[in-house]
């Protein structure tokens, strides 16, 4: 049987320009069921496709964030003006302590609509220590692409009671579902290692993670170098640079990405680029939670891939991709001037540095033949785009998120006209206030 077929006309195409940024070409997609099946001039589409015009509008694959929490968008609006330390201990963690099945369910359902209805189509996430499998049951019934895994928090010293797991139950719990979730909704869905960062850490744990990952062939994804007071602290505790002691214990290379890694020293900067270990940057949370700048033309010219992150609603407060991009430019330009980190290769950051850095190049993150169909059209006619004579500047210093008209997963359409056709939204948002509150009460915290 001939595969459903989407012709989208007429657009202009966001495509890669084999240097790590992107071009814009008029031209068509053809979607036959799950994959792109052809871009450029289509003359003669399947006769039965469906036609969807996109003039005005950019095609984009759809944007890949690295680096979120789902668990903590129901936490939006509730730990503002905090550092990282104070933020995680006053407010996050008591918030993830006291999470249910069904508020993480109604966080996660918040997280992905708000996502998609912002044109991102894979996510890589760190969940809280308990209900990771709810989270997975959304990311399943969503189509979303998904690249999850439980926080681990092991070391009684530093993570509150009411979270740390002793090391083999936490390790058992992240194989549990790693054996249960990895590959699942057709391979949409795949698990990561997740030790939440060295402070919460034991050695053991630690090295434990590099064993499963290289046995599991799981990826590893964790926080390093956020703060200067985490910096401190893991020097403290293990008399090392953060990430001279994530190496130390197996824990750098291509298969682990890093989120955040600002406060980084030569040698570790030398240690990522030798091992190909990914950065995850998250300019927003960065800013928000007056942690720095990470040093980002600094570590594209050493070769590193650098992807981005919202991180999450606690700390952003949003998961919209176009605030993110404009940030992490706009960052540079002040620090190194304005030719620093141009448009097109801010987009190739959101796209094919994403697809990279989950373990997916080469099968997402570009407009190219035989990619899974995840795409997104953005309208460049708002009067904030008005006029556009260059459509990659319109996408990154101009653009919002209530451009995005269509978005689709796999081939299939999940957002149309800037609607989601998934859920409905009211229902999405009546549960989300209704979970929140509940939580609130359950947590004591105001
Ligand atoms: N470091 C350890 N845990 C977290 C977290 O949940 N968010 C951020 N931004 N940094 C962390
Ligand atoms: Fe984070």
């Known amino acids: 049987m001939t595969p459903y077929a989407t012709l989208i006309r007429g657009g202009l195409l966001v495509l890669p320009d084999g240097a790590g940024g992107v071009r814009g070409e008029p031209g068509d997609i053809l979607?036959?069921?799950e994959r792109i099946a052809d871009v450029g001039r289509i003359s003669r589409p399947p006769a039965a496709a469906r036609v969807i015009y996109a003039g005005g509008c950019a095609v984009l694959p759809g944007f890949l964030q690295t680096h979120v929490h789902l668990c903590q968008t129901l936490?939006?609006?509730?730990?503002?003006?905090?550092?990282?330390?104070?933020?995680?201990?006053?407010?996050i963690w008591p918030l993830e302590a006291a999470h249910t099945p069904d508020s993480i369910r109604a966080s996660a359902r918040l997280a992905v609509a708000e996502l998609l209805l912002s044109g991102t189509t894979a996510v890589q996430t760190m969940e809280t220590v308990r209900h990771t499998e709810c989270v997975f049951e959304v990311?399943?019934?969503?189509?979303?692409?998904?690249?999850?895994?439980?926080?681990?928090?092991?070391?009684?010293?530093?993570?509150?009671?009411?979270?740390?797991?002793p090391t083999d139950a936490a390790l058992a719990d992240a194989v549990d579902l790693a054996e249960k979730w990895d590959g699942s909704a057709n391979g949409r869905l795949r698990v990561c290692l997740a030790p939440r960062f060295a402070v919460s850490c034991t050695d053991e744990c630690l090295s434990e993670v590099a064993s499963l990952a290289e046995a599991g062939n799981w990826r590893v994804h964790t926080h390093a170098s956020e703060s200067r007071d985490e910096v401190d602290l893991?020097?403290?505790?293990?008399?090392?640079?953060?990430v001279v002691y994530l190496d130390?214990?197996?824990?750098?290379?291509?298969?682990?990405?890093?989120?955040?890694?600002?406060?980084?020293?030569?040698?570790?900067?030398?240690?990522?680029?030798?091992?190909?270990?990914?950065?995850?940057?998250?300019?927003?949370?960065?800013?928000?939670?007056?942690?720095?700048?990470?040093?980002?033309?600094?570590l594209l010219s050493r070769g590193i891939n650098v992807?981005?992150?919202?991180?999450?609603?606690?700390?952003n407060n949003t998961l919209d991709m176009f605030r993110e991009m404009r940030l992490?430019?706009?960052?540079?330009?002040?620090?190194?001037?304005p030719q620093t980190l141009p448009a097109s290769r801010v987009l190739g950051m959101a796209t094919r540095a994403g697809a990279e850095a989950l373990g997916w190049g080469g099968q997402m993150g570009e407009l190219r033949p035989g990619r899974w169909a995840n795409v997104v059209l953005v309208s460049l006619q708002g009067l904030h785009t008005t006029p556009s004579p260059d459509p990659l500047s319109a996408l990154v210093?101009?653009?919002?998120?209530?451009?995005?008209?269509?978005?689709?997963?796999?081939?299939?359409?999940?957002?149309?006209e800037g609607q989601l056709l998934l859920w409905d939204e009211e229902d999405v948002r009546r549960d989300a206030n209704r979970e929140a509150h509940d939580l609130f009460e359950r947590a004591g915290v105001a």
């Open 75 to 91: 936490f939006r609006g509730a730990a503002d003006e905090l550092s990282l330390l104070d933020w995680l201990r006053n407010r």
């Open 307 to 315: 992807s981005l992150g919202a991180d999450g609603a606690a700390c």
């Open 328 to 337: 992490a430019t706009q960052l540079q330009k002040a620090l190194h001037g």
């Open 397 to 416: 210093y101009g653009c919002k998120s209530s451009d995005i008209r269509s978005v689709w997963l796999a081939g299939k359409q999940v957002v149309a």
């Open 31 to 33: 979607i036959e069921g």
């Open 234 to 242: 893991v020097q403290r505790r293990s008399g090392r640079r953060n």
């Open 139 to 165: 990311l399943a019934e969503s189509g979303m692409f998904a690249v999850s895994g439980k926080a681990l928090m092991d070391d009684p010293t530093t993570c509150p009671e009411s979270l740390c797991q």
């Open 248 to 298: 130390h214990l197996g824990l750098t290379g291509d298969h682990v990405g890093l989120a955040h890694c600002v406060w980084l020293d030569n040698e570790e900067v030398d240690l990522l680029s030798d091992s190909g270990t990914h950065v995850l940057h998250c300019p927003g949370s960065n800013c928000k939670l007056g942690s720095g700048i990470a040093p980002v033309p600094r």
